[in-house]
């Protein structure tokens, strides 16, 4: 379509504006050919005519869709022209806060003049790895972007930062190196990343200044070259810098200053160090003065001199050289203060004892005179003499500054030779990346050389950057085969020939500088003759002969020819150089001693800033020819092209800073400056290129899904490339508007914007076609409902016409019924006249006769009444005495009761007396209760006494007022009887007429007063009662208050204690996060140590497992010490080459790392030391009151001892009658020793019954004396003893040594041995001298056998009792922990109780008492159940116990023969059933076998091969069932050994094969249960309460291993955390994929159009990831680590850690994504979060805390789909976003981007009002989320119901070697 087709009604335009540059207007008219002016309204509603220009008739810029503004990429605009860019990054800008914006290959950047918070290392984190489009632009998308395209293409990169000056192209340019820096690290440990970023203050402080424009302008430009090594890490940097101005040194304009580092010195002059420089103020010197602007505000030069000498330090640069560079530059400020003098007209002269040229010669080690003599003279050389010739002031004035810039610019270029030297390395560089930060175009209203030459590298850097956007332009084209046409663009070769050509600009000056009277005004001559009218671009003033206008590629500038040649010459006093080279001073001479060198062509000089500069010379000229000093010019010249030449070779990323205001105000936007600068720095040619092509490209997928609505369904087919050709060759009928492409379509400019119009319109009329038909189901609705309402009117009114017409029929017959009636009222009114009089008559008869009858009954009547009263009052009185008598003895009964509960409670305070003391503070705040209860208890009784007194008062004035209505009831009856005596005497009837009147008028005023005096009494008992009702509500109040008071002070407490809870475990959360941090940097450390040993070890070399342990040594004990040192020997052989620097500080680490380890270790000491001072005084309470037991246990060990030697004369005895002559017979079951043997063994029987409960008693001695039996073990060794047996001859003697051997038979050692024993035997049978003994010795032996099995059964009940009382100590514990507890809850009701009234404190103390009662009646019965169960336990042993000795003194009596039969008889063999082992639940192992084992179980254990079939955790079982054996034979060596190989084997296993999720998962679960095992048969009360009476047999006995759990659990930290990361690794690559780019609801969301910068597809190709793919990946996480058998709790804290690292990165990428935050994104977001919430469910995770982790990520996405206009929003979202920081909701508010046309944006106001409502909200400013935190990792005890006896081990584990015991 035509482009004037859409300059229609309310399209709209910019039109130019002076002061805004260019206003947007509305169209109020279709424009029609032929049309001379358009009609528009301005955005303020003011109409205007735009007038046309009637030549070229060229209609203003059209404006792009609202959708469109704000974009990423200005390229994605439909309309690419000046206003829309200006617009578009105003937008951005201003309302969105964002001031990175891209512009094709270029990113444009904003200076803010504010600090932000996104150059932070999470920032870093979030860039790195990612693509450049598929975040928001940042200088670290530029970064990455290089150093990815460095590591793919294998070729250099260059970054080229350019602006003018304070746009911040310093700034960028450190963030980018810094970048670098963080991503890449280095590759040895010398801190080259660090010396890159310290080379920036140091060249700030050198070579930075501030102007009028910026306060750290850069006066030099500068191209740092970071190498990097084949593994892309930093190995070294290199510095090269152009153009330094030197002429700075000695003149600053007003506002300005020179350079930093003279103001640091002066601020620091009052350093002693800096005492013998001889500075002060900056305002004494002349060099620092003339700005008049000394101080930067904000800024402290102190400080940054500190910064400064701390940057030379870590480049290698001692304080040596330190104070030799001051003494250098203090020495120039000095020289700018000596004042030359005119002598004559042609001479100058110093006066003499100048005290600055004094200090300057001190400074710099040459003499007084020398200096004086030469700053005033030159030396003129002829062919035949030399002259000394003097100088005009003005001319030694000159020579002097010449003198003080020359030096300043040997110093820097000295400074960036070393600092380029500390940043060189030997390691070979495989590339590099270049930065450049160089001077924008500028022009002033004075322009100088200095102009000229930034202009002109300008200039060349625009060529290259206009041929290289050309050259993408064209590549991209050719890759999607679109036809390639010539696009017209600016070129600027002519303006760098005119500069650079041959008789060009600088050749022209180079000759003028030659010509030995060559001046500025013969040269501006020859360039007016030379190119003035052969050059279009260069033109000559009219006002002036001195000065030349060049048109540029941004603007014309013009110059002042004015020192043109001084400063291209660059002359310095040959003299002064001389006297210079021969300083004393050699620092200064090593700044001169490549002077001549400088002056020959072969190599440069250093002048304008550069360092590193190789020209070759010029091979065609004669080298016998005079060699002349290169001109600054040429040398600049050469270095720019060597520049152009380094950035052709390599791939260039471009950064252009505007600056958007020059006052330096926060985000305050000038469009003036701002289009100043964007054509001068090539955004808008950049602009103008690609809208000369085709600017919008779409792919074919994304076109389809944006533009689907404009397709019918015929339209649609499977080939989408094909549906969308179809599509737009019938909306766009040129076919020249657009390009089919391989992948991509091409649309020329503004078509994106007609396809949106088209899709809006579209969208429009079925939004109106809805609207529509919606309207109409509303009207028809609407029609229905009046219908009916109709109808229902209709049939009300009829209705009501019937009832109207039935009412009146029903009225005529009511009126003749009425009439009929009324006829007969009349008839009978009539009638009852007639009897009425008849019927007065005899009712005035009757009245007298019942009046007489009245009297009667009335008196009567008053008798009755009369004795009621007095019987009433009688009765009364005798209720009153009883109701006395049964309060006192209710009293009498509740005081005794009260002194029975008194007693009661005194007895319970004493009990409690010591918990009492621990609370004092509680009884005194009790007390304080208590006080103010009985307080209120007094007011109230007080108001009682009140109300008693009052109702006493009214009982008196009753009792008055009833005497006297008495008084006056016998008056009435007075006035009755003179009534009844006138019935009487009727004769007098008529004397008494008149008395009888009188009389009833008294009683009528008796009556009256009567009821007056009622109505005032029940006035009075109503208000009686009312101040009843008032007091009783007083007391209500006032029990309420104090209720009250009391609720609130218990919440108050229970708050109190809740928030001390909650701080103490976030602080043991954090305390647990800290340890385990330092526990992943110990990792880290170790790996990087092994790491250094494999580096630095020879090919052959491989680690032998002692070096690999070495780094155990805190876990190992002596026993590896040796071995350990022979480690650090060959390691320490093997790092002698290693770095000092890095062996210090890795030292260093270790040392801080070991220090903090211990005082953490320190800390819980304490605390357990607390613990264990606590318990100690419990223990002592305790033993107190066990004294008087503890002397029973002494009388009673006392009488044990008496009995144990009546038992050993027992024996003696019976061993006298065993040995004396018997009879043949005496072995016989009925001969006497038999029986006295028989006799024996019962009564030992019955001794093991009594002696059961002594055993109890003999607990607490035996403990005591444990340690000497195990010196007694030690001293009765078997072997000993074997051979002590050997040399006995005798009997006797062999007696007597068996009674020894017997008494320390108790030894578990020697019960062990029993070969030993069968030999010491064997040996005493040999010395019987007959067969006799050998039945003597059978029976020796079974009284010996005997003996065994007690005294093992003993020992077994000892320990068992020993376990029961650690049991019973704990019971204990616990009973009086409740009796604390109840003591607490009685003093809580006793005082609840006196808050009740007396009634109900008696019922509700009857109440508690039974509720007492029935719980210890409950308790009580469980215990006695408890009893009756250990009595059954304990009978069913002794049965058994029982058993077992009859049968082994039955089958040992069934083997015994006599001598006599085993002479005659032949022995017939008998079989002897065996019994089927008892299995220990121990593996024993040799010594030799362990490494072995350890390999087999752990090294070569697959999880996927063998360990899919074993038993969850068989490994961990099998390694603490070998640790058992070793506990069981006490061998302690062995169990340090398994322990330490286990544990270095774990890690050599994780080390290996760490990024394997399943080996990872596998030890991490064996880990875990191996440190269960260790607590669960630890011994330990708390651990066992959970094991069967079997496990806890097989409780280690010999050694305490919390040392070793203590290292178990910090290893298995470390395998979580590598699990973490082993997650973390896998599910990154799917989260952003899958969470926030896939369209999980397909259609929901529209791509919007994208530039160059492309994002990721949201529709899912086939390598993109979906949420099922997230959901497949935490399947597999889940169930491999339930078959390994890992705990559940530790499952929820993975699952929990997992969900957190995936909402967290969600929102980090939704917060760097604009075209991520909109509504149909939100509803997305919100989809895929169900999802996984869904996946809870059905794993049952949903209480493991996973789901709160999401919450920030659910807030977000609830963020973007609320209403965000009004007040009311702004509230709901504050009260809804409460896990979202205040700068993460304001960031996606600002990042808000509607999708649709539809939506609106959100405004600035709505912003700040929501940033003023969470100004208060304390939380982090930080606005990404840390993925790197890890949750702090618990270990909940989990024990195994497994029984190890029960435990096979298969073969397939090659465990042969290993024994069941």
């Known amino acids: 379509m035509a482009a004037s087709e859409l300059y229609t009604k309310s399209a709209r335009v910019w039109i130019p504006d002076v002061e805004e540059v260019w206003k947007s207007a509305e169209l109020t008219k279709d424009y029609k050919n032929g049309d001379a002016s358009l009609q528009l309204m301005l955005e303020d509603g003011s109409n205007l005519e735009h007038k046309l220009d009637p030549k070229t008739k060229n209609l203003p810029y059209l404006r792009n869709p609202d959708i469109l503004v704000g974009e990423n990429d200005l390229t994605a605009l439909s309309y690419l022209h000046e206003p829309a860019v200006l617009h578009n990054l105003k937008v951005r800008f201003i309302d969105s806060k964002l001031i990175y914006t891209y512009c094709g290959i270029v990113l444009v950047a904003i200076n803010p003049y504010e600090t932000l918070p996104i150059y932070g290392t999470d920032i870093i984190n979030a860039y790195s790895g990612q693509n450049m489009g598929d975040m928001d632009p940042h200088i670290f998308a530029v970064a990455e972007e290089a150093y990815k395209q460095m590591a793919r293409d294998e070729r250099n990169q260059s970054i080229i930062v350019s602006g003018e000056s304070g746009a911040g192209k310093t700034v960028s340019a450190k963030y980018a190196m810094r970048y670098f820096a963080t991503v890449s690290g280095s590759a040895s440990e010398a801190n080259v990343e660090e010396k890159v970023l310290a080379s920036n203050p140091i060249m700030e402080a050198i070579g930075n200044a501030k102007t009028t424009r910026n306060d750290n302008s850069s006066r030099f430009g500068k191209y740092i070259e970071i190498g990097f090594d084949n593994r892309y890490r930093i190995i070294g940097a290199n510095m090269r810098t152009y153009l330094l101005e030197k002429s700075r040194v000695v003149f600053q304009a007003d506002e300005e200053r020179n350079y930093h580092i003279f103001y640091q010195l002066c601020a620091s002059s009052h350093l002693p160090e800096f005492k013998k420089l001889k500075l002060s103020n900056a305002n004494d010197f002349v060099y620092t003065w003339q700005g008049r602007s000394p101080v930067i505000e904000g800024v402290d030069d102190t400080k940054e001199l500190c910064s400064t000498r701390r940057a030379f330090s870590l480049l290698g640069i001692n304080e040596s050289y330190q104070m030799g560079l001051f003494q250098v530059l203090a020495a120039i400020l000095h020289l700018g203060n000596v004042e030359i003098k005119d002598k004559d007209s042609d001479s100058s002269i110093i006066p003499s004892n100048n005290n600055h040229l004094t200090a300057f010669c001190e400074l710099v080690g040459v003499t007084y005179e020398d200096m004086t003599q030469w700053l005033c003279h030159r030396k003129l050389k002829t062919a035949t003499e030399t002259y000394v010739k003097t100088l005009p002031r003005l001319q030694a004035t000159n020579a002097r500054d010449a003198l003080a810039k020359h030096i300043y610019a040997k110093l820097f270029n000295w400074i960036v030779e070393h600092v380029n030297k500390a940043l060189i390395t030997n390691i070979k560089q495989h590339s590099f990346i270049g930065v450049l930060d160089i001077y924008g175009f500028e022009t002033f209203e004075i322009n100088s050389f200095e102009q000229f030459c930034i202009n002109y590298a300008n200039e060349k850097l625009q060529q290259q950057f206009n041929m290289h956007v050309f050259k993408l332009e064209q590549e991209e084209y050719m890759k999607e085969q679109i036809p390639w046409t010539l696009i017209d663009f600016y070129d600027n070769q002519p303006c760098i020939n005119l500069i650079e050509a041959k008789m060009g600009v600088l050749d022209l000056l180079d000759e003028e500088c030659r010509m030995p009277k060559g001046s500025d005004d013969s040269w501006a001559q020859k360039l007016y003759n030379t190119h003035l009218k052969t050059c279009s671009l260069f033109e000559k003033p009219r006002m002036s002969n001195r000065a030349f206008i060049i048109q540029h590629f941004a603007d014309k500038v013009e110059y002042q020819c004015e020192g043109f040649l001084a400063k291209n010459k660059d002359t310095v006093n040959e003299e002064q150089i001389k006297v210079l080279k021969a300083s004393k001073f050699d620092l200064l001479v090593e700044l001169f001693k490549d002077e001549e060198k400088a002056t020959s062509p072969m190599a440069p000089a250093g002048a304008g800033g550069r360092t590193r500069l190789s020209i070759k010379p010029d091979k065609s000229r004669d080298t016998s020819s005079k060699e002349h000093k290169k001109t600054v010019g040429c040398q600049f010249r050469n270095s720019l092209q060597m520049l152009m030449d380094t950035l052709n070779a390599t791939t260039p990323h471009y950064v252009r800073c505007i600056k958007p205001n020059d006052f330096k105000q926060a985000f305050s936007f000038d469009p003036k400056r701002a289009v100043q600068q964007l054509r001068a720095c090539g955004v808008l040619e950049t602009i103008r290129i690609s809208a000369a092509g085709f600017p919008s490209r779409w792919t074919y997928q994304e076109f389809f899904s944006r533009y689907r609505v404009l397709m019918k369904q015929k339209d649609v087919l499977p080939d989408k490339k094909l549906t969308c050709r179809n599509v737009l060759e019938k909306l766009v009928q040129d076919q020249d508007k657009y390009q089919f492409g391989k992948t991509k379509i091409f649309f020329r400019a503004g078509q994106v914007a007609y396809l949106e119009k088209l899709r809006a319109d579209k969208l429009r009329a079925a939004c109106i076609r809805i609207q529509k038909t919606i309207r109409c189901w509303l009207a028809r609705k609407k029609y229905l409902r009046m219908r009916s309402a109709a109808i229902t009117i209709q049939r009300f009114t009829r209705g009501y016409q019937a009832r109207c017409l039935a009412k009146f029929m029903r009225r005529t017959q009511a009126a003749t019924l009425i009439q009929k009636y009324q006829r007969m009222c009349v008839a009978r009114k009539r009638y009852r006249q007639k009897q009425a009089a008849a019927l007065a008559i005899q009712t005035i008869l009757r009245a007298y006769m019942a009046r007489q009858k009245y009297q009667a009954l009335l008196r009567e009547s008053k008798v009755v009444i009369i004795q009621k009263h007095a019987r009433g009052l009688l009765a009364r009185r005798w209720y009153k005495r009883c109701l006395h008598s049964i309060v006192y003895l209710q009293c009498c009964i509740r005081r005794m009761r009260a002194r029975r509960e008194l007693k009661k409670l005194k007895i319970e305070a004493r009990s409690v007396e010591h918990f009492k003391k ?743 190709d086939e390598g993109t990831y979906t949420l099922d793919s997230i959901l497949r990946q935490l399947n597999a996480f889940h169930s491999t680590m339930c078959q390994h058998g890992t705990d559940p709790e530790l499952i929820k804290q993975v699952v929990k850690q997992q969900f957190y690292i995936i909402g967290a990165v969600t929102l980090n990428n939704l917060l760097l994504r604009k075209d991520m935050c909109s509504w149909s994104k939100g509803m997305q977001i919100r989809y895929n979060v169900s999802q996984l919430e869904e996946w809870l469910r059905d794993k049952g995770l949903m209480v493991c805390g996973a789901k709160e982790t999401l919450e920030p990520l659910i807030q977000a996405a609830q963020l973007l789909q609320v209403k965000k206009k009004t007040d009311e929003d702004a509230e709901a979202i504050c009260s809804m976003c409460l896990a979202l920081t205040t700068a993460q909701i304001v960031k996606v508010l600002n990042l808000y981007t509607p999708v649709n046309e539809f939506e609106e944006r959100v405004s600035v106001a709505f912003i700040r009002t929501i940033q003023t409502r969470l100004r208060d909200r304390c939380v982090s400013p930080q606005l990404l989320m840390d993925t790197k935190m890890i949750y702090p990792i618990t270990f909940p005890f989990s024990p195994s119901s497994l029984a190890l006896e029960t435990i096979q081990i298969p073969g397939s584990l090659n465990l042969g070697f290993l024994t069941r015991v």
Not at 1241 to 1269: F, G, H, M
């Open 918 to 1660: 621990l609370n004092k503070g509680m009884e005194n705040k009790i007390m304080q209760l208590q006080r103010r209860i009985d307080e209120q208890t007094k007011e109230n009784r007080t108001v009682n006494e009140k109300l008693v007194g009052l109702e006493s008062s009214y009982t008196t004035e009753s009792e008055r007022l009833r005497g006297e209505l008495g008084r006056l009831r016998g008056v009435e009856d007075d006035a009755k009887n003179k009534g009844n005596q006138l019935t009487s005497l009727l004769e007098e009837l008529e004397k008494l007429k008149k008395e009888l009147s009188t009389t009833q008028q008294e009683k009528k005023t008796i009556e009256d007063w009567a009821q007056t005096y009622r109505t005032e009494m029940e006035k009075m008992v109503s208000e009686l009662k009312d101040q009843n009702g008032s007091l009783k509500k007083e007391k209500d109040d006032l029990n309420r208050l104090i209720q009250e008071q009391s609720q609130q002070m218990t919440e108050k407490m229970a708050r109190t204690i809740a928030a001390e809870t909650q701080q103490l475990e976030k602080d043991l959360n954090e305390e647990r996060s800290r340890y385990q941090n330092l526990l992943t940097e110990h990792r880290r450390l170790e790996e990087k140590h092994d790491d250094l040993k494999e580096h630095i070890s020879k090919p052959g070399h491989r680690r032998t497992d002692s070096t690999h342990s070495s780094n155990e040594s805190e876990y190992t004990y002596n026993s590896e010490f040796a071995e350990s040192e022979e480690g650090s020997r060959a390691a320490e052989d093997l790092t002698r080459g290693m770095d000092t620097s890095l062996t210090l500080k890795l030292q260093k680490r270790l040392t801080e790392l070991e220090q903090e380890k211990q005082s953490l270790r320190n800390e819980l000491e304490n605390k357990e030391e607390q613990f264990q001072r606590a318990r100690a005084r419990d223990e002592t309470e305790f033993k107190k009151a066990r004294g008087a037991e503890l002397e029973y246990e002494s009388l009673k060990r006392q009488e044990l001892e008496s009995e144990n030697k009546k038992l050993k004369h027992n024996l003696a005895e019976m061993r006298k009658s065993l040995l004396g002559d018997a009879a043949a017979s005496s072995g016989a079951p009925g001969s006497p020793a038999y029986k006295v043997l028989l006799d024996q063994l019962n009564s030992s029987c019955e001794e093991l019954e009594v002696r059961k409960e002594e055993v109890l008693i003999l607990r607490s001695q035996l403990v005591s004396q444990k340690e000497a039996v195990q010196h007694k073990e030690t001293m009765t060794d078997v072997a000993v003893h074997v051979e002590d047996v050997s040399k006995l001859k005798d009997a006797d003697e062999l007696k007597q040594a068996y009674i020894g051997l017997k008494d320390t038979n108790r030894s578990r050692r020697f019960a062990c041995k029993r070969l030993e024993v069968r030999g010491l035997l064997s040996r005493f049978r040999s010395t019987a001298p007959d067969v006799q003994k050998l039945n003597e010795d059978g029976e020796l032996w079974l009284v010996n056998q005997g003996l065994q099995e007690t005294i093992r059964l003993l020992e077994h009940q000892l320990q068992t009792q020993r376990r029961s009382y650690d049991s019973e100590v704990e019971s204990l514990r616990g009973e009086l922990q409740n009796v604390k507890e109840e003591n607490n809850r009685q003093q809580q009701l006793l005082a609840q109780n006196l808050q009740l009234p007396p009634e109900a404190r008696i019922e509700a103390s009857l109440q508690h008492e039974i509720t007492r009662l029935t719980n210890e009646n409950l308790d009580l019965m469980e215990q006695l159940e408890k009893q009756d169960r250990n009595i059954r336990k304990l009978k069913k042993q002794l049965k058994v116990y029982s058993k077992r000795i009859g049968e082994m003194g039955a089958g040992q009596a069934e083997g015994q023969t006599s001598p006599g039969q085993m002479v005659d008889e032949p022995i017939h063999p008998v079989n002897i059933p065996r019994r089927e082992k008892d299995f220990q639940g121990m593996l024993e192992y040799k010594k030799e076998d362990e490494l072995k084992l350890v390999k087999n179980l752990i090294i070569e254990l697959k999880p996927r091969g063998v360990a899919v079939n074993l038993i969850p955790g068989l490994p961990a079982y099998i390694l603490f069932m070998c640790l058992r054996h070793a506990d069981y034979v006490n061998d302690d060596q062995k169990v340090r050994t398994l322990l330490t190989s286990t544990i270095n084997s774990i890690k050599k296993i994780l080390k290996k094969r760490g990024d394997d999720f399943e080996t990872v998962s596998f030890w991490l679960a064996n880990t875990c249960r191996f440190l269960h095992c260790l607590k669960q048969y630890s011994g330990e009360e708390p651990f066992m309460t959970h094991n069967t009476s079997r496990q806890n047999e097989h409780c280690l006995s010999n050694f305490d291993l919390t040392e070793y759990r203590q290292v178990i659990s910090d290893l298995a930290i470390q395998i979580y955390q590598q699990l973490i990361k082993c997650m973390e690794n896998i599910l990154q690559p799917m989260i952003v994929s899958a969470m926030l780019e896939h369209e999980t609801i397909q259609g929901v969301s529209g791509v919007k159009p994208t530039g160059l910068r492309k994002r990721t597809s949201s529709i899912a």
